[in-house]
Structures are given as C-alpha cells and as structure tokens.
C-alpha cells in the first residue's frame, strides 16, 4: 500500500494558458467587459503608442489587473507584480505580461476620475442586464479609516495645548539654565540650550499650523492626508477616518451610487441619493435612510427633485428648557397648514408674526430660516410650568423645511414593514467588504483618490454579486448584446489592420509590376 504519486518534476508538459481557465471563471467576464468598452471615453490615462523606445503597456493591462485583485483581496502593487508571475489566471487575463509596481500604482492614483465612471458605466449594465429595479434602494454610510494617525489631525483646542505644553517646559528650561549658569556647568547648559531651540522650532510650527486651520475655515486639519478628518466611528469612538456612502437597489442588492465623503452622514443624503437617480435613470425614486440622515434641508432637497424619503425619525431628545416635561414637547403640538398655526396639547393656538429669523450652522450651507410661534395664552396657562420656563411663555420654531420633515416622518411612520427591509438591503455590503475583503482603510492619500478607489471596490462588489445572480457565462451573453454608450471601436480598429497588413503584404509586388 502506497501514498498517492504526483508526477516528475523534470517530466515536460504541454498545457496552454486556455485550457486552465475553465467557462465559469469570473476572469473571462472581466477579460470581456474591459475589451467591450472605450477607456479614453471614460477619462482613463490611455498610454499612446510610441515611435521610439521601449512600448509602453496598454491602459486595458492595468484595468484588467485591479479588477482582478481587489476581487480577490489583492490591492497592493508589489503584491500584484508578483502574483502576475506565479498565478495561472493573471498571466491567462494580461497574456504573461508582467508590469512592474511602480506602473500598476501610478495607474490607480492617476485615474480616480475615470474609475468611478466605470462604476456608473456598470450599473447602467446591471440594469440593461434586468438586475436592477430602479425604484427603491437603501442608504447608508461606513467609515473607512484613512492614512493619517490621530497624532497628525489637530484642532484649535489641541494646537493650543500643546503651545501651552511648549510654553510651560520653555519656562522650566529657562529656570533650570540659570541654576546651571550660576554653577557654570557647561555640559548641562548646552544640552538645556538644545531643548529650548527645539522647543523654540515646535512653537514656530504648531503657530504656523493654527494659521493654515484658520485659512482652511474648517474645523479640523490633517497633516499627512489634508482631506482626512476625525470622524466619530461607533459610540464615542473618533477615528481619522472618510465616510463611504453607499446607495444600494432592493431587487439584488446592487450598489447604484456611491461616494467618499469627509463629514458624517447628517449632511450626506441629498447628494447621495442624487447621484443614484442620475445613475438609474429615472424619474421618481423611494429611498430607506436610518435616522443618522435625518435633515430638513436634505429631505428637502431630495422632495425638490422628486426622490421620496422613508427617513427614520431621531428619538425626541431632551427639551433646551429643563421645566418642559415629555407631554410637552414640540411634537406633541399640532401644526395647521392652512392657517400656519400650531396647536398646544392644552387647545391654545401658536401664531406667527411670518418674520424670517436666520439660523447660522457651522458652514454657510448648513445655516437656515425660520419663524417663531407664540401665544399669549401661556400666561393664564395653569400647566405653564411644565411646558416652559420662559416668563413670555411657550415658543416654538419651524424651520423652512418643516413641511418636507413632517411628510417624511409621516411616510415613516405609515410604512414600518418597508422600512424595516433597509437593514436587508445594504448593511451586509459593508460587512462583505470591510470584514471578508478587509478593505476598512485606505492607504491612498486625497480625496479624489480615495473616492477613485471606493468606486473600484463597489465595482467589484458589484461584479462579485452579478456573477454569483447569473454565472459567467449568462453574465458574458448578455454584455455582448449590451449596447454601451462606451464600446470600444473594435471592428474599426480591426479594418484598420487588416488594411494595414494588405498593403504590407503586397505593397511591395505592386512597385515591382510598374
């Protein structure tokens, strides 16, 4: 009884790269897809042929290969260049070319523009594919963690902590080069000496800092990656970190829309949910947004554009005034449309003036209007005191965007099941891609750069799940019917050669018949 035998090392064999890549490998979709479509229409960097020197690789080289590796967890450059030498599937998808690192990382930094139209490009597939409904999908947004450590992101107040740090140990050098001085103890004075030019250099820059934070207008500023910022991750949790926002289509779970952004959600949905109806091409669109989205500029927004809002209502927080109890919070008063008025849960009515106060946000963006409503009944009210503290009484504000908020917190509380689908529909995304693919960081610096790569990965996803829906060779039938608004001129390029190769080959008899 013998253990199974493998055959000689040294015994030859004659295998062709095609007989080892089998029908259903997702390779040959991939190999497809980039063949079928015109990469200079998609903005990409196309490398132009050269009279003189060593040629250079084709665009479609590198595409071919990142599609391949962030599928299969690969997203380092050396780690591609050496998997181009030992892995079967890459040297079937580039024909044995083996670019170097150098090359395979410009080509990801240099085309973040054309990757995330690559992305649009695929979804209008998935839905000329009938893989996409275009009529519901769920929002939501992950932090992905930057290349910046928390050591490099500064604030006013930090900045100025460590000045007052400076400040203090530039006095407890200054008191301690005087002791050494009255003892005329040269090697220690030098060595305080040294620190306090140190210290003197670390002051200059932590004011050079404060001025650029100033200049920027933000809030924060980053030093290694200027448009990383402190973002909160989970429960009081900061991280340097982006926001990737994802908008996902309830039929397969396809991502429609997506990009990186450098805030939290609160200010996110109406750009999100904008560029998924751009990208579906239609006219009206429901979206399921969690209560982290909840903002009446935003529901507004997307109200203008004919995007209806499922979002979750935030759980009523505590009223400013600390004698209001939770009978008489600002939701339990009634608003009238056709008389602008508000109701208190004692029966008074809440007029306005119709005067327009503004509200300044942190940006001039995020400011907005909004009128005051009172009621002189408050003063004869015997439960005055536990609506208001105010001795004038009970005021409300409505904002410009009241209308749009109480229609969408209406839709949401009169369709809970639809609602509840959110979770199914796009928060196992994250999970795929953060927590199988360990894609939960960036090493990429900026945020084109960044957005580039996020749109890669959503692609990717997006490849992943329309192969495991159809298989390979279904997925690769209907791409050769599909008609892009970006195919490749396949056949021009084709009669071009074939022209060329006629008069190369007889050229050269016509001269000699004359």
């Not at 670390?202 to 402190?230: F, H, V």
């Not at 209007?369 to 208001?388: I, M």
């Amino acid at each position: 009884m013998q253990h199974i035998t493998g055959i000689s090392r040294n015994q030859m064999t004659f295998v062709s790269l095609e007989c080892v890549i089998s029908a259903d490998n997702p390779i040959r979709f991939i190999d497809a897809f980039v063949e079928h479509i015109d990469l200079k229409a998609l903005d990409f960097t196309v490398r132009t042929l050269k009279t003189e020197g060593r040629p250079s690789f084709d665009t479609k080289i590198f595409l071919k290969l990142y599609l391949y590796g962030y599928l299969n967890g690969l997203r380092s450059s050396r780690k591609l260049e050496k998997e181009c030498i030992r892995n079967e599937e890459i040297q079937w998808l580039l024909c044995g070319l083996v670019p170097n690192y150098h090359s395979i990382s410009d080509f990801r930094k240099q085309n973040p523009l054309g990757l995330k139209k690559l992305f649009k490009l695929f979804v209008s597939f998935l839905k000329d594919a009938d893989l996409i409904a275009g009529d519901t999908i769920a929002i939501d947004g992950t932090k992905s963690r930057a290349h910046n450590s928390k050591k490099a992101n500064f604030n006013q107040k930090k900045i100025d902590r460590h000045l007052a740090y400076i400040e203090e140990k530039s006095q407890e050098y200054l008191t301690e080069l005087e002791q050494n001085d009255n003892q005329e103890n040269s090697t220690n004075i030098t060595n305080i000496q040294a620190k306090i030019e140190r210290l003197k250099t670390n002051k200059i820059n932590y004011e050079l800092l404060a001025e650029k934070l100033k200049e920027s207008g933000e809030p924060q500023i980053s030093t290694t990656d200027e448009d990383a910022r402190a973002l909160l991750v989970q429960g009081v949790v900061v991280e340097v970190s982006y926001n990737i926002q994802a908008a996902v289509d309830n039929k397969h779970n396809l991502v429609v829309a997506t990009h990186t952004i450098n805030r939290n959600d609160l200010n996110a949905l109406g750009a999100i949910a904008l560029e998924a109806k751009e990208n579906l091409q239609v006219e009206t669109l429901t979206v399921l947004v969690d209560k982290g989205y909840h903002n009446g500029r935003e529901i507004d927004q997307c109200k203008k554009n004919n995007i209806t809002t499922i979002v979750a209502h935030p759980t009523p927080g505590r009223s400013k005034e600390s004698a209001t109890q939770p009978e008489y919070l600002v939701a339990q008063f009634q608003y009238n449309k056709s008389d602008d008025t508000y109701k208190c849960p004692q029966g008074a009515t809440l007029k306005t003036t119709g005067r327009w106060h503004k509200k300044s946000g942190r940006t001039e963006q995020s400011g907005y209007q909004f009128k005051k409503y009172r009621t002189p009944a408050c003063k004869e009210c015997p439960v005055k005191h536990l609506c208001t503290s105010r001795t004038g009484g009970r005021e409300i504000d409505r904002s410009e965007y009241g209308d749009a908020v109480e229609e969408n917190n209406k839709r949401y509380q009169e369709n809970p099941k639809l609602y509840r689908t959110r979770q199914e529909i796009n928060e196992h995304i994250f999970g795929t891609i953060k927590r199988q693919w360990g894609y939960n960081h960036t090493n990429l610096t900026g945020l084109e750069k960044v957005n580039g790569e996020h749109s890669l990965i959503m692609l990717v996803y997006n490849i992943k799940r329309a192969v495991n829906i159809l298989g390979v060779p279904d997925l690769i039938a209907r791409l050769k019917t599909w008609k892009s608004p970006y195919k490749a001129k396949v056949w021009l390029f084709l009669k071009w050669t074939c022209f060329k190769l006629f008069s190369s080959s007889f050229g050269n008899q016509f001269v000699f018949a004359n």
